[in-house]
């Protein structure tokens, strides 16, 4: 859904770029028949555990255009310089940056807008446009490359919520960030370990049979008969540790229950230590 709001609205600023006037209509047929065209029955839908279908993610892209097309038409507030950049630029240490900025424009005024379109279900809030790396870099590629920029503003239209999160870094900011990202860049080329961050995108993981995190689960779904699976020394192992578990949890269930007997009795006794004898 994200790619193909992309791609729409990258054919608006298009058309018009040659004086083609694009209907909101016109907008939404284009997207319709580029669902059409390339979705789909083996590609996975996200959240399809919630409840949601394909159908939710086409309605959804289908709304942000038309709310986008409603706030910016007739689309002449700033001149468009680049839609989907493609170009890198070199750090201090040599290493490099690829600059693919979704919309690049400017003004009259020589302010300059990296502009990125985001189709996520959670608002950018002002920290974490500020201190985002991605677009801030790309704004070091934009003062390079046009030296009558007065400032470079950094724009995340957040299109499921109609509304753009805005950014702009200081030269001695920019500065600092390039340092950070070559600081990082070493810090990874140098790396002897490299630790597991189990999440959601797991699901989505191509390469499970590879991962210490998932190995043992795809050998078991590999096995076809229920012996051979009963037979594997991991499962025998979870089994015994289940069944462990679970006398465990009977005991703690009767030492709880005795503590409340104890606790009982010597209330109705009218005393705070019980004895034994042995």
């Known amino acids: 859904m994200g790619d193909l709001v992309h791609q729409t609205l990258e054919k608006l600023y298009k058309d018009k770029k040659f004086k083609k006037v694009v209907s909101k209509a016109t907008l939404l ?18 959240k399809a555990d919630q409840g949601l279908t394909s159908e939710n993610y086409r309605k959804m892209g289908l709304k942000f255009i038309e709310d986008y097309y409603d706030k910016y038409k007739p689309f002449d507030q700033l001149t468009i310089l680049g839609l989907e950049t493609q170009d890198r630029m070199t750090l201090p240490d040599g290493n490099q940056w690829h600059v693919r900025i979704d919309k690049l424009a400017c003004d009259q005024e020589g302010n300059y807008y990296v502009c990125d379109y985001k189709t996520n279900a959670r608002m950018k809030d002002q920290e974490e446009a500020d201190s985002d790396r991605q677009l801030a870099l790309y704004s070091i590629w934009v003062k390079d490359k046009f030296r009558d920029a007065k400032s470079v503003k950094l724009v995340w239209h957040m299109l499921a919520f109609n509304k753009d999160a805005v950014s702009e870094r200081t030269d001695e900011e920019l500065k600092k960030l390039q340092q950070d990202v070559c600081d990082k860049i070493a810090e990874i080329e140098s790396a002897t370990e490299f630790p597991r961050n189990q999440t959601g995108l797991c699901n989505y993981c191509v390469y499970k049979e590879m991962c210490p995190s998932f190995k043992h689960q795809i050998e078991l779904e590999a096995k076809e008969e229920v012996k051979e699976f009963k037979d594997d020394d991991g499962v025998k192992l979870v089994d015994n540790f289940s069944e462990l578990k679970s006398k465990l949890k009977e005991l703690q269930d009767r030492e709880d229950k005795i503590k409340a007997e104890m606790i009982e009795f010597a209330k109705q006794k009218g005393i705070d230590i019980i004895y034994v004898r042995i």
């Open 29 to 46: 047929k284009f997207y319709k028949d580029l669902w059409e065209k390339e979705y789909s029955e083996d590609i996975l839908v996200a």
